[in-house]
Structure formats: structure tokens, C-alpha cells
């Protein structure tokens, strides 16, 4: 929780002008072996750039904001019991150019990190669907340590999804890995939305994907070596060290 309050405090920017939001349930599970936790994410596509968030994270940023901004503390947005986000990433697509991802986290201090879009050897599979009322074929892939099953719809012609998933001939509606760790299915479409597309990147710290991958493993196996690397200095009751092994949505340190 501690975490979605200080990325509140990042400033707001508008990247772009939201035209297709699609909405998808998920359902993540953060530690190797432990259950799948709920959370909501939203793909928002705009003129040049999409946007790949959790709409839980998104909202409970905005709604820490405006209660600090009117006199209030962390104690009256506890009060108000939002669902918490597992899926902590943001992606945006073809920012800050075109064939560029920017990725948003936080760890001890609010991050970016800067990657090529990735090429993915999509292998089209049986095992047709339909979602939503939307008549979807079947892919996978392997893509950053893990096989990746996707299911998308011609009738939606982009080549986009959810989480850094896309290059298929269709919007990419239900994308699960080949362990049920993660697993992104669209539950609605909203059609012209035009509304400002905004994302927290003011004030953030560089980093690479490889060092936000250590802390995430060290966050959860060795939490004062956490604690330490990040800069963390609050006493809390959690075990320094833990048998624990963290589920990461990809690795780049993978063996």
C-alpha cells in the first residue's frame, strides 16, 4: 500500500487523447505458488501512443491526490478501502516515439526505464473463441521467460493488448502465460472516449528493467536487503528473509 502512495505524488502529464479503452479482468499472482489476486487494467489506445495500466492503481492514484490536495492524510484515504493493485507496471507504446516503450513502476522511489518495442514469433494455434461477442483466434509466443497463449479479433483491427503483448492482426481480448500466473481477459470496450490521456512521469528516477527485476526478487526472498537497496527506513514486523520466490510477468536476468 505504501507504494501507491508516494507514486501519487508523481506529476500528471497528458501524452495523448484516449479514442478506444479497452477493459480487461486479471488476475496475477505475485509470489511462485501462491493464489491469483484480482485486479482490473485498462488499455487505453490514443492517436499514436497506448497505455497499458491498472485501473485500480490509476484511480486510487488520483483519488490520494485530490484528498491530499483538500486537506487530508493517508489515514482518510485507508479509510475509504479501494482495492489494492497487483499489477504495478505502466506501459506506454510508442512513447516517447514511435518503435519505443516507456515503463513506469515504483520501487523505494517512483522509476522509468526506456526498451524497443519488441518483435514477438507469434505461432497461430487451434482453438478458436469468441469474447465478448467478438469472434477471436487462437496464438502463442515465447516472450521474456515465459510461453504466452493469446486470443484476438480480427473484427478490431489493431495490433494491439494488454501488458507489452501485441504484433498480432487484431486487438489482442484475453492473453494468459502457459502456468495460469497472469492472466488479462477484455470485459468491455468503450468506443470514443475522447479524454486526455494521462500518465505519472514527471520526477522519476532512469533505471533499467534488470535492476527493477533484482528488487522485485529481493523484495520478496530478502526484505531488508530490500529495505536497504531502495532506501526504506520504516520499522515493520515482516520476516528479513523468506523461502519466498518472486512471480515476475518476464525476466531479463533469467538463466
Given at each position: 500500500m505504501f507504494c501507491t502512495f508516494c507514486d501519487a505524488f508523481a506529476q500528471w502529464i497528458t501524452v495523448d487523447t484516449v479514442k478506444y479503452r479497452f477493459h480487461?479482468?486479471?488476475?496475477?499472482?505475485?509470489?511462485?505458488?501462491?493464489?491469483?489476486?484480482?485486479?482490473?487494467?485498462?488499455?487505453?489506445?490514443g492517436n499514436k501512443t497506448t497505455y497499458c495500466y491498472s485501473r485500480w492503481s490509476e484511480e486510487g492514484a488520483l483519488t490520494f491526490d485530490s484528498i491530499m490536495a483538500n486537506g487530508g492524510n493517508v489515514a482518510d484515504y485507508l479509510a475509504m478501502g479501494l482495492p489494492v493493485s497487483s499489477f504495478g507496471d505502466r506501459v506506454l507504446k510508442n512513447y516517447p516515439q514511435a518503435g519505443r516503450l516507456t515503463i513506469t513502476c515504483y520501487e523505494g522511489k517512483d522509476l522509468y526505464y526506456e526498451e524497443p518495442i519488441a518483435k514477438k514469433d507469434w505461432k497461430l494455434e487451434e482453438g478458436d473463441t469468441t469474447i465478448i461477442g467478438y469472434p477471436c483466434k487462437k496464438a502463442s509466443c515465447r516472450f521474456r521467460g515465459r510461453t504466452w497463449h493469446c486470443w484476438y479479433a480480427m473484427d478490431i483491427p489493431f495490433s494491439e493488448g494488454p501488458w507489452k503483448l501485441d504484433g498480432l492482426p487484431g486487438m489482442i481480448l484475453k492473453a494468459q502465460d502457459a502456468k495460469n500466473q497472469f492472466i488479462m481477459e477484455c470485459i468491455g470496450i468503450k468506443k470514443d472516449v475522447n479524454k486526455p490521456m494521462i500518465s505519472k512521469l514527471a520526477k522519476r528516477v532512469k533505471t533499467t528493467p534488470q535492476y527493477v527485476e533484482k528488487v522485485r526478487k529481493l523484495s520478496v526472498s530478502n526484505w531488508a536487503a530490500y529495505k536497504k537497496l531502495v532506501g526504506l527506513n520504516?520499522?515493520?514486523?515482516?520476516a528479513a528473509t523468506s523461502k519466498d520466490v518472486a512471480c515476475l510477468i518476464e525476466y531479463y536476468n533469467k538463466k
Amino acid at each position: 500500500m505504501f507504494c501507491t502512495f508516494c507514486d501519487a505524488f508523481a506529476q500528471w502529464i497528458t501524452v495523448d487523447t484516449v479514442k478506444y479503452r479497452f477493459h480487461y479482468a486479471t488476475k496475477v499472482t505475485l509470489i511462485e505458488g501462491n493464489k491469483l489476486r484480482d485486479d482490473e487494467i485498462n488499455v487505453d489506445i490514443g492517436n499514436k501512443t497506448t497505455y497499458c495500466y491498472s485501473r485500480w492503481s490509476e484511480e486510487g492514484a488520483l483519488t490520494f491526490d485530490s484528498i491530499m490536495a483538500n486537506g487530508g492524510n493517508v489515514a482518510d484515504y485507508l479509510a475509504m478501502g479501494l482495492p489494492v493493485s497487483s499489477f504495478g507496471d505502466r506501459v506506454l507504446k510508442n512513447y516517447p516515439q514511435a518503435g519505443r516503450l516507456t515503463i513506469t513502476c515504483y520501487e523505494g522511489k517512483d522509476l522509468y526505464y526506456e526498451e524497443p518495442i519488441a518483435k514477438k514469433d507469434w505461432k497461430l494455434e487451434e482453438g478458436d473463441t469468441t469474447i465478448i461477442g467478438y469472434p477471436c483466434k487462437k496464438a502463442s509466443c515465447r516472450f521474456r521467460g515465459r510461453t504466452w497463449h493469446c486470443w484476438y479479433a480480427m473484427d478490431i483491427p489493431f495490433s494491439e493488448g494488454p501488458w507489452k503483448l501485441d504484433g498480432l492482426p487484431g486487438m489482442i481480448l484475453k492473453a494468459q502465460d502457459a502456468k495460469n500466473q497472469f492472466i488479462m481477459e477484455c470485459i468491455g470496450i468503450k468506443k470514443d472516449v475522447n479524454k486526455p490521456m494521462i500518465s505519472k512521469l514527471a520526477k522519476r528516477v532512469k533505471t533499467t528493467p534488470q535492476y527493477v527485476e533484482k528488487v522485485r526478487k529481493l523484495s520478496v526472498s530478502n526484505w531488508a536487503a530490500y529495505k536497504k537497496l531502495v532506501g526504506l527506513n520504516w520499522i515493520d514486523g515482516r520476516a528479513a528473509t523468506s523461502k519466498d520466490v518472486a512471480c515476475l510477468i518476464e525476466y531479463y536476468n533469467k538463466k
